[in-house]
């Protein structure tokens, strides 16, 4: 096992390594940009060192920042957490350029599978059903001649993206120019990289992902389903696991992502997402080379800390895991808590959180790097928090988180809590009916 790691993220996931590590005898140095100082998992480290200014192309997404950190420090590993560089190819690249074990899949792995398109090509390869969809489209006039082949709606997705950015429905050609040129120009933005590609859309589906952990030789281990059908705006906002589904679809899709992540020699944790229709059909979206934002719910039904897996598996311990020793025990349903006002359209609200009260009892986890007296940056994604809720049974979950978001008090900032409490009251939710336009169709006032 590591001696020393660095951890270049911030917030709850920077917090959430830092916990995982602790518990492995792992000392952790946080790197932090200027108005993180005063963080949680900056405070909690074992030490912490400043990478830069508070935009993050000049700290966290700073890669000879952080390469610097980790060398003067003595790290011997780096792990990126989610978002910033965590599915950045050249980051990992460099990280091992430089003698640093990159906590994740290989930097061909991640360029490999992280290009959208090319994904769908390595799918079709394993014999894992996709969507209709082009190849990368050079220009507009390429779009427009797809979408004419495969007929309206069709999505727009940066071939080079992820997290909802760079994407587009459009329902007619009418829409076609407008939508392409914003995507395009969402993703250079967001991604560095404008290319765009095209699939049919489907109409209501399920958004269901796979969570697989390989050792990078073939072997390959599922953990399950997650449904994260909530999102709003394709930004995920409630996840639970398992998901409402036939226990036979939900073995076929699990198959097929094991199908992948050997095909490609996967290492590490990663997600395969599917879109599931009302048929039951069920196809391949894209896969995330890094642990996800909801990878708790999936721990708290499988009892795996799949954080500490990825640090036995970087340090090079053994392959220890086997798929019949994986089991699912109840239900667990995570709750993104964001500092957003949603009377205001989700308008973001950072600020001074002038005091805070936790949940707490059985079943009941929280991740979050906030307290009392924290000012939260308005430079950042607005994510605070992630309450777990875990019971025998979803009902039981429901329950259960409904009284810990009612438990809960943060004073200074909006937060996303009212939306939560009137989504799990939502007679539609309750019964599990539930698709990628559930907010849009069943939530509007």
């Not at 590591?2 to 995982?20: C, D, P, Q, Y």
């Not at 994740?104 to 792995?109: N, Q």
């Not at 996709?130 to 082949?149: N, Q, R």
């Not at 909802?164 to 990289?193: K, W």
Request: charge should be negative.
């Amino acid at each position: 096992m590591f001696k020393k790691i660095l951890i270049a993220n911030r917030g709850e996931i920077a917090l959430r390594v830092l916990r995982a590590a602790r518990e492995l005898g792992v000392k952790c140095v946080v790197a932090y940009s200027v108005p993180d100082e005063t963080s949680l998992p900056v405070l909690l480290a074992d030490e912490a060192i400043c990478i830069g200014p508070a935009a993050s192309a000049g700290s966290y997404r700073n890669v000879r920042n952080l390469l610097s950190a980790a060398i003067v420090t003595g790290a011997e590993a780096v792990h990126p957490g989610y978002g910033f560089l965590a599915e950045n190819a050249e980051f990992a690249e460099k990280c091992e350029e430089h003698n640093l074990v990159f906590i994740g899949p290989r930097p061909e792995t991640i360029a490999g599978i992280g290009d959208k398109a090319n994904a769908r090509r390595l799918a079709r390869a394993a014999g894992v059903p996709v969507t209709p969809g082009s190849e990368p489209l050079p220009h507009l006039e390429a779009a427009a001649a797809f979408a004419k082949e495969i007929g309206y709606p069709v999505i727009l997705k940066a071939a080079a993206g992820g997290g909802g950015r760079g994407m587009r429905v459009v329902q007619s050609p009418t829409d076609l120019e407008r939508s392409f040129v914003n995507a395009q120009e969402e993703a250079r933005a967001a991604f560095g990289d404008p290319t765009m590609y095209m699939e049919k859309y489907l109409e209501e589906p399920r958004h269901v992902e796979i969570q697989v952990f390989g050792d990078g030789e073939g072997n390959v281990v599922h953990f399950f389903d997650r449904d994260c059908s909530i999102q709003r705006r394709y930004q995920k906002m409630l996840e639970e696991a398992p998901s409402v589904l036939d226990d036979g679809l939900r073995a076929a899709i699990a198959e097929s992502a094991v199908r992948l992540a050997s095909h490609i020699r996967y290492r590490g944790a990663g997600t395969c997402e599917y879109l599931v229709d009302r048929d039951g059909g069920y196809f391949f979206s894209e896969m995330n080379t890094r642990i996800q934002v909801e990878h708790p719910v999936t721990e708290m039904v499988t009892r795996v800390d799949l954080v500490q897996a990825q640090l036995r598996l970087a340090s090079r311990e053994p392959w220890w895991l086997r798929q019949e020793d994986v089991r699912v025990d109840g239900h667990a349903i995570e709750a993104r808590i964001n500092a957003e006002d949603p009377e205001k359209d989700f308008r973001p609200s950072p600020g001074l959180v002038s005091d805070v009260h936790w949940p707490g009892g059985p079943g009941i986890r929280v991740d979050s790097h906030v307290y009392a007296g924290y000012r939260i940056p308005p430079y950042y994604d607005s994510l605070i928090a992630k309450i777990i809720a875990w019971a025998p049974s979803r009902a039981e979950a429901i329950a259960r988180m409904e009284r810990a978001l009612r438990e809960t008090v943060i004073e200074g900032v909006a937060t996303t809590i009212p939306f939560h409490l009137r989504l799990l009251d939502n007679a539609f939710y309750r019964r599990g009916a539930v698709t990628t336009s559930f907010i849009a169709r069943r939530m509007t006032s």
